[in-house]
């Protein structure tokens, strides 16, 4: 993450975790007690380009709050980071695969997703299309009925 925006979201998550408006001496020392060193001119910088992008809103001298615009952004970036965690998670485990074709031996990474036939087959063809756009994991696919297995997991 660019350091601006982790500036940015580090200051929004201040203002969101306070119940009164903040200036900008109380955010930074809050930043510094979190372990990030932020001078106070700094934060006022940021502040007015979080105030101008609609994120955060001056409440007079009383300082600063954050907006819902704000509360959005902070909650979209979270999703963003957790999304970044699983990718990373899937590529180390693809990275320690020892599968061996020739062998059928070794681990292997599978995604399972388990799903009602019916809908399932409402499906298909929104399937077929992150399939054919290739934002699916691989280019294989495969249905198992009720009771078969794959790996340890049991279709009930």
């Given at each position: 993450?660019?350091?601006?925006?982790?500036?940015?979201?580090?200051?929004?998550?201040?203002?969101?975790?306070?119940?009164?408006?903040l200036t900008s001496i109380k955010i930074a020392r809050e930043l510094?007690?979190?372990?990030?060193?932020?001078?106070?001119?700094?934060?006022?910088?940021?502040?007015?380009?979080?105030?101008?992008?609609?994120?955060?809103?001056?409440?007079?001298?009383?300082?600063?709050?954050?907006?819902?615009?704000?509360?959005?952004?902070?909650?979209?970036?979270?999703?963003?980071?957790?999304?970044?965690?699983?990718?990373?998670?899937?590529?180390?485990?693809?990275?320690?695969?020892?599968?061996?074709?020739?062998?059928?031996?070794?681990?292997?990474?599978?995604?399972?997703?388990?799903?009602?036939?019916?809908?399932?087959?409402?499906?298909?063809?929104?399937?077929?299309?992150?399939?054919?756009?290739?934002?699916?994991?691989?280019?294989?696919?495969?249905?198992?009925?009720?009771?078969?297995?794959?790996?340890?997991?049991?279709?009930?």
């Amino acid at each position: 993450m660019e350091k601006k925006r982790k500036k940015d979201l580090l200051i929004l998550g201040v203002l969101r975790n306070s119940s009164v408006p903040l200036t900008s001496i109380k955010i930074a020392r809050e930043l510094e007690s979190l372990g990030h060193d932020i001078s106070e001119r700094t934060v006022r910088l940021y502040l007015q380009r979080l105030n101008a992008e609609g994120l955060a809103a001056q409440n007079g001298k009383k300082g600063h709050e954050i907006t819902l615009k704000g509360e959005s952004e902070l909650d979209s970036s979270k999703i963003i980071e957790r999304v970044g965690f699983l990718s990373a998670k899937i590529d180390r485990m693809t990275y320690q695969m020892s599968f061996d074709l020739n062998t059928t031996s070794g681990s292997l990474v599978i995604n399972v997703t388990l799903v009602d036939p019916r809908q399932f087959a409402k499906n298909v063809e929104y399937i077929r299309r992150v399939y054919a756009d290739g934002y699916a994991m691989g280019h294989l696919l495969t249905f198992l009925g009720p009771g078969e297995s794959l790996g340890h997991i049991t279709i009930p």
